[in-house]
């Protein structure tokens, strides 16, 4: 088992910044891919960003690419999500997951344990 616990949403005006923070304990933290994804009030739950046990290896939506950047720390078994120039359509819960392949990682369904999420708001 794999334990995720999100942090660092809020609220923040258009064009500012967040850093989310994704502690986990559990299992090895550093054999998994871990991915951040998001839900809108309404809608599906979208891919984010996703990246490698290592770190050698970063996916991104098209709609954040440029605009935030995941990292992770294995020695503090925490992943990261950099959120800059947000937009009101960035609006939602954020939720951080961990996956034992890289393959499939912008899939929710191939990941195997997810946090409870953190709302970040964007106003309009």
């Known amino acids: 088992q794999v334990q995720l616990v999100e942090s660092g949403g809020g609220l923040v005006q258009a064009g500012g910044s967040l850093r989310l923070s994704c502690a986990a304990s559990?299992?090895?933290?550093?054999?998994?891919?871990m991915g951040w994804f998001r839900q809108a009030p309404g809608k599906e739950r979208d891919f984010v960003a996703a990246?490698?046990?290592?770190?050698?290896?970063?996916n991104y939506a098209d709609s954040v690419k440029g605009r935030f950047t995941i990292s992770r720390d294995n020695a503090k078994n925490t992943v990261y999500l950099q959120m800059n120039s947000l937009k009101p359509q960035d609006t939602a819960v954020y939720y951080c997951?961990?996956?034992?392949?890289?393959?499939?990682?912008?899939?929710?369904?191939?990941?195997?344990?997810w946090g409870q999420g953190t709302q970040v708001t964007v106003p309009s």
């Open positions: 997951a961990a996956d034992r392949f890289w393959s499939g990682c912008s899939v929710p369904a191939a990941y195997d344990y």
């Open positions: 559990g299992r090895t933290f550093s054999g998994y891919t």
């Open positions: 990246i490698s046990w290592s770190g050698g290896f970063t």
